[in-house]
């Protein structure tokens, strides 16, 4: 039951990509193509922004992408902007239940 | 437009059991294409998934609070519930209930929340 490993901060400048890396293990991140990324500001509740690894909901622009590869998920977000200026999590299930990640502030330079 | 919305007490002292209702608007409970779950998030922390619920109300917890959890749904009231017993402060967190997608791990959408503290 540990929470996914993300790197707390990660930061570019405006109009630069940014990938969050999120690793887990074989019995979750690596075991299932269940992996979800939300986005946060303060004081509100999480956003989904990604899910089943790389498909985005209704209204999430496209420059929010996810990928996989074996236990290690990765969110990429690319020509970054200002607004994009938020914590992520990733979470991934894990047989029976779900595993949240430890987060990472995003910062725009 | 599918809504969810937390209720219950703000304040549970230590010891004692933290009860939480999720009241469903805007579409079924009954739908067998979801489950029902609720996530909380202690302040300053990052978010913790709980468990969640069937319609027929089977239930998933998280492994480490099987002993203190129940969650329950009562399709009639188009509701579900949380009740965790034995509180400490290490529970105090803002409360989500959430719609989860059968067979996927699209989580959509999610209530406002609910900040349960756990104080004498």
Known sequence: QSALTQPPSVSGSPGQSVTISCTGTSSDVGGYNYVSWYQQFPGKAPKLMIYDVNKRPSGVPDSFSGSKSGNTASLTISGLQAEDEADYYCCSFAGTFYVFGTGTKVTVL | ?120
């Open chain 2, 1 to 120: 437009q599918l809504h969810l919305q937390e209720s219950g007490p703000g304040l549970v002292k230590p010891s004692e059991a933290l009860s939480l209702t999720c009241t469903v608007s805007g579409g079924s409970i009954s739908s067998s294409d979801y489950f029902w779950g609720w996530i909380r998030q202690p302040p300053g922390k990052g978010p913790e998934w709980i468990g969640s619920v069937y319609y027929s109300g089977a239930t998933f917890y998280k492994p480490s609070l099987t002993s203190r959890l129940t969650i329950s749904v009562d399709t009639s009231k188009n509701q579900f519930s949380l009740r965790l017993t034995s509180v400490t402060a290490a529970d105090t967190a803002i409360y989500y209930c959430v719609r989860e997608y059968k067979g996927s791990s699209l989580a959509d959408p999610w209530g406002q929340g609910t900040l349960v503290t756990v104080s004498s």
